[in-house]
């Protein structure tokens, strides 16, 4: 499993979602599961796989999909 595939998995198991989800549009207002202890599940579940430590801000402004595939990218990790 690559990369990008693995962060959807991560979105599928951590916010209980459907592997036919629409991942890319994902975001914390639109997706009923994504609460605030889902949120931090979700942050240390991708600080695990992906070998990072996010700051504060970063993790305040991951709230959808596409923001925290932006941040691992500008951390160098392809996904």
């Known amino acids: ?5 693995r962060l959807r998995q991560l979105f ?13 549009d994902m975001t914390l207002r639109n997706t009923e ?5 889902a949120h931090l599940e979700l942050i240390l579940a991708i600080e695990g796989e992906f ?7 970063e993790i305040a402004a991951m709230t ?3 923001a925290i595939r932006t941040a691992l990218v500008g951390r160098g ?3």
């Open 51 to 57: 070998g990072v430590s996010l700051s504060a801000d």
């Open 12 to 24: 599928v198991e951590v916010l209980n979602v459907p592997e036919e989800a629409n991942i890319d």
């Open 33 to 37: 599961t994504w609460d605030s202890f």
């Open 1 to 5: 499993m690559n990369r990008s595939d």
């Open 77 to 79: 990790i392809e996904v």
């Open 64 to 66: 959808s999909f596409v």
